[in-house]
């Protein structure tokens, strides 16, 4: 069973950073798809950042040149650095591989001042 951990979320100012974890269980990472979601307050869950087994790179318009999506095949853990963070990147964040697994509990990302 597929077991999805994301950590590394908290309260930052505008302008300042984050570096999310995933630790993946279940499943080998290396020939997977896997991606970074946010859901804000009544908004949907969206995809922001997503990469190939292969290291191609997918990042949303509202998160492209700020997110960096990377993996580490060998720790199965996928990471999310956000910097230059905005108020409208608040939301949880979660990981999951494409296509879905069941999700995760999510961390909570609040940039606030």
């Known amino acids: 069973q597929v077991q999805l951990v994301e950590s590394g979320g908290g309260l930052v100012q505008p302008g300042g950073s984050l570096r999310l974890s995933c630790a993946v269980s279940?499943?080998?990472?290396?020939?997977?798809?896997m991606g970074w979601y946010r859901q804000a307050p009544g908004k949907q869950r969206e995809l922001v950042a997503g990469m190939l087994s292969d290291g191609d790179t997918y990042y949303g318009d509202s998160v492209k040149g700020r997110f960096t999506i990377s993996r580490d095949n060998a720790k199965n853990m996928v990471y999310l650095q956000m910097n230059s963070l905005k108020p409208a990147d608040t939301a949880v964040y979660y990981c999951?591989?494409?296509?879905?697994?069941?999700w995760g509990q999510g961390t909570q990302v609040s940039v606030s001042s």
């Open positions: 279940g499943i080998g990472i290396s020939d997977e798809a």
């Open positions: 999951n591989s494409i296509p879905n697994s069941p």
